[in-house]
């Protein structure tokens, strides 16, 4: 079921002063892998310098979930995963060149069983790295960001500890 985006949204001011924001929709997600028994998540440091999660923009009609495995095989190089829970959106505003912007961003819990994360410099990415859940969520810049990694670490399951993880399909 494809998700519509709100319709945009104003400032409060006085009237007349408030610009109209553009909106924007993008789909990310909170990779793991299972590393000597324990879960690690992947953070990449972006275009920005900061550590944030993979994410990018929907293309034409992209459902979200389609759009947040190609962002995150674009910015890390992983190319084998598979898709778990959505993790709920996030938003924030921004300002760029001139337009004010609202963006809506969706995740997922993904997982990546084998493969060497590659920063793609070409998508602004220039490092990629393994992290424990409570490392993860100490080094990511963004606080919003924070909310997804802990509504992550409720689903992360290690598979010799708990069953069946949440994975619904590897996606090659």
């Known amino acids: 079921m494809a998700s519509h985006p709100p319709p945009p949204a104003r400032e409060n001011g006085p009237p007349g002063a408030s610009e109209p924001l553009q909106v924007e929709r993008s789909a990310g997600g909170v990779v793991v892998r299972v590393v000597h028994g324990a879960p690690r998540v992947l953070l990449i440091r972006d275009p920005y310098d900061r550590w944030g999660l993979p994410k990018g923009h929907l293309e034409g009609e992209e459902e979200e979930a389609e759009a947040a495995l190609r962002e995150v095989r674009e910015e890390t190089g992983l190319m084998r995963l598979r898709l778990g829970p959505d993790l709920g959106r996030i938003n924030w505003v921004f300002r760029l060149r001139g337009r004010r912007i609202h963006k809506y961003c969706r995740f997922y819990l993904m997982s990546s069983p084998k493969g060497s994360p590659r920063?793609?410099?070409?998508?602004?990415?220039?490092?990629?790295r393994w992290f424990s859940l409570a490392a993860a969520s100490d080094r990511v810049d963004y606080e919003n960001a924070r909310g997804i990694l802990e509504r992550a670490a409720q689903w992360i399951r290690v598979p010799e500890r708990s069953g069946i993880p949440p994975w619904k399909e590897e996606c090659a």
């Open 119 to 128: 920063p793609q410099l070409a998508e602004g990415i220039t490092e990629c």
